[in-house]
């Protein structure tokens, strides 16, 4: 599996953005996926994650109700929805998957993770 991040970019406080995961080989949608972000001199932390066939989502109570995790495995890509956005949220945010981990939050609950893509979140 190969995920690759992208859909980063500076927006300004309560803007949205939707990023966006795949995997050129179309491994992917037989894996369960999360999304995490990291910023500068921060821990990476969990933002949401989605079964393997879309069918279960899960949030980080900072993202729940703001967020939107989604996937359509006919184009083998994830979606991450991002409303409302705030200035602490400006990270590195990554795309990441395993098989049957669905529910976990933690980094080493997935084995494969993409380059990150960059969001900025400023006025």
């Known amino acids: 599996v190969q995920l690759q991040a992208s859909g980063g970019g500076m927006v300004q406080p309560g803007g949205s953005l939707r990023l966006s995961c795949t995997d050129p080989r179309r491994f992917i949608r037989e894996y369960d996926v999360g999304w995490f972000r990291q910023a500068p001199g921060k821990e990476r932390e969990f933002v949401a994650a989605?079964?393997?066939?879309?069918?279960?989502?899960y949030y980080a109570d900072s993202s729940q109700g703001r967020f939107t995790i989604s996937r359509d495995n006919t184009k083998n890509m994830i979606y991450l929805q991002m409303n409302s956005l705030k200035p602490e949220e400006s990270a590195l945010y990554y795309c990441?998957?395993?098989?049957?981990?669905?529910?976990?939050?933690?980094?080493?609950?997935?084995?494969?993770w993409g380059q990150g893509t960059q969001v900025t979140v400023s006025s």
């Open positions: 989605i079964n393997w066939d879309g069918g279960k989502t």
């Open positions: 990441a998957a395993d098989r049957n981990t669905f529910g976990n939050s933690r980094i080493n609950d997935y084995l494969y």
